[in-house]
């Protein structure tokens, strides 16, 4: 669990795009993930990811049925070049309004222009889906990580992401900015706080969705439904941060 691996050229990263859980699917690659939130009015897109990797994001969109041109709304986590580099082209494919933490929409701007800054406490809703959004700095001053609900087989789940939770900022000499380890700490223990049933991750090694993925496709068992991983994941990262400062020391 948790493991990272080096992918030099896009089409190496091709992953086999499915549904999650009830309105939820993942669309991404391996080297940078991104879901699709179907709400019965529009499509919501997080995080379009790199921009050699964005023909692979739009393959997947079409062989799961739907339509880029009916995303409405494109969520990034934060700034970075793995999560928002190839927003603006999406934009243009789409016309899309583009969502990003307030504290990140400077940075942001080298790749696109912000239409709605996020702050703590904000929603977005669309169609049957309401997301709700939490400032989680650490990885970067405006990283923000989301909840919302969708319903499967008749049962409800809360679905979760953790926006930011690289560790690579975190080390002396790469920070983002001054105080992002303490901001970082403080994001996980108030994340720690909420309860997610189906962790989705930033990225695949954060909860092993290509594993998990090919599974649910072979089978159909679904080992995205675990209350636990959403608080052992968090445990992980604070830990992780911990061993940063120590090698630090």
Not at 22 to 40: A, R
Not at 226 to 232: E, I, R
Request: proline share 2%; hydrophobic share 35%; aromatic share 12%.
């Amino acid at each position: 669990m948790f493991e990272r691996r080096t992918v030099k050229n896009p089409w190496e990263g091709k992953l086999q795009p499915f549904r999650i859980i009830g309105n939820v699917y993942f669309v991404g690659t391996f080297q940078s993930s991104c879901h699709l939130i179907d709400t019965g009015e529009g499509l919501i897109l997080i995080d379009p990811g790199y921009s050699n990797a964005l023909y692979l994001v739009i393959r997947s969109i079409y062989e799961l049925g739907f339509n880029p041109k009916d995303i409405k709304y494109i969520i990034n986590t934060h700034w970075h070049w793995d999560h928002a580099e190839a927003t603006a082209a999406m934009v243009d494919l789409s016309g899309a309004k583009t969502l990003i933490g307030r504290e990140d929409a400077e940075n942001a701007k080298r790749y696109f222009t912000p239409d709605i800054l996020i702050k703590d406490g904000d929603t977005l809703t669309l169609g049957n889906t309401t997301v709700s959004f939490m400032e989680t700095p650490g990885h970067t001053k405006g990283t923000v990580s989301f909840f919302f609900n969708t319903e499967d087989s008749g049962k409800i789940y809360r679905v979760g992401m953790f926006g930011g939770a690289g560790a690579n900022t975190l080390a002396q000499g790469n920070f983002d900015y001054d105080g992002c380890r303490e901001d970082y700490r403080n994001s996980v223990h108030r994340l720690q706080k909420e309860e997610v049933d189906v962790f989705i991750g930033n990225h695949v090694w954060n909860n092993d969705t290509a594993v998990k993925g090919e599974l649910l496709l072979k089978t159909g068992e679904n080992k995205f439904i675990d209350k636990n991983l959403w608080h052992t994941f968090l445990t992980f990262c604070e830990k992780r941060l911990d061993e940063v400062i120590a090698k630090d020391a």
